[in-house]
Structure formats: C-alpha cells, structure tokens
C-alpha cells in the first residue's frame, strides 16, 4: 500500500475500490486499512460536498485515470500514534497546463486545532512538487474562514485573488 508520512502522520491516497468501500461504510474502510475505526465528526457542509465528489469526481475519475488516480481520490489524513483517520485531503485533478494542482482538505471537527491539516497539506504539498510538471499548489477557501486561512499563511501560501469573498491561494515551487 503506498502512502507518505511526516513526523505525526501518515497519508492514505484511495483506490477505486477503497472509495466504493469507503462510500458504503467508513468503519469497514477503516478496517480493512488496519486502523482503528474514527468516530468523525464532520460539518454538514463537508458532507454535501464529500458526497458530490464521490459521484461527480472520485469514483468516475478514479476509473477514467487509473494511473492517475493520486491526482483524483481522497488521501486519508492517520494519526499514526492512535492508527486513526483524523481526515481527508486530495487534489481537484491533474495539474492543468501552467502546471498547477489543486489541494482540499477536511479535518474531523473533533481534531481541530491540533496542526493536522498545516502538517498534511505541507506533507501532501512536498510530495506534489516532487513531480517536475507541478509548479505551484492552488487552494480556495472562504474569506470568513479564519481556520483555514491561517493554515494556508503557516505554510507559505499567497494570496492571490478575491473572488467575492472566495480567496485563492497558491504556493509555487
């Protein structure tokens, strides 16, 4: 199974099947992964959107790009110290033709403020720009969410475009 890992955690990336097991039943994904099953707590918002990505994007993209999938499917965010899914990040596709990859990310609302996701984002950022065609990673997020905000300023994320209250950040190479 491959995966990357920083001092604090390991990162999962999915394949087809894993997201069809994850789709019917987080705890059997978790499972069958040998870790202990999470009991997350997600936004409703996170929700709506998790389950449009596994139709509209993970599962679909996954298939069409097998040997690809890194760059289509949810990469699990472990806590190595308790072998459990603290939560999710992944790429939005390929990186386009000025060599730019997307990152979004989820933490489990009962691991927030812990640096899980300033450390998974710099691990899954590194392991991006170990790619020669990627150039810079790419993130949105909301004006009014501070949290994340903050995440993408410790690290070394710009500013580079409001959108009405959409802000896009990058960081290059």
């Known amino acids: 199974m491959f995966f990357i890992q920083s001092q604090r955690l390991q990162m999962i990336p999915l394949t087809h099947a894993q997201l069809l ?5 987080r705890k059997l994904l978790e499972l069958s992964l040998g870790l202990r099953p999470s009991a997350m707590k ?12 596994f139709d509209n994007f993970w599962l679909p993209n996954t298939l069409a790009f097998p040997d690809k999938h890194l760059w289509y499917t949810a990469w699990e965010i472990v806590l190595k110290s308790a072998n459990t899914v603290v939560g999710g990040m992944g790429f939005a596709g390929y990186p386009n033709e000025a060599g730019e990859a997307e990152i979004g990310y989820m933490i489990d609302a009962n691991q927030h403020n812990k640096g899980f996701a300033t450390e998974a984002l710099k691990l899954l950022s590194q392991w991006a720009f170990t790619h020669e065609f990627v150039q810079a990673i790419i993130v ?34």
């Open 21 to 25: 097991l994850l789709k019917q039943d």
């Open 42 to 53: 997600i936004d409703p918002l996170y929700i709506k959107e998790i389950d449009d990505a």
């Open 140 to 173: 949105h997020t909301y004006a009014d969410n501070l949290p994340s905000r903050r995440i993408l300023d410790k690290c070394g994320f710009t500013l580079i475009n409001d959108d009405a209250g959409l802000l896009t950040y990058n960081l290059k190479k």
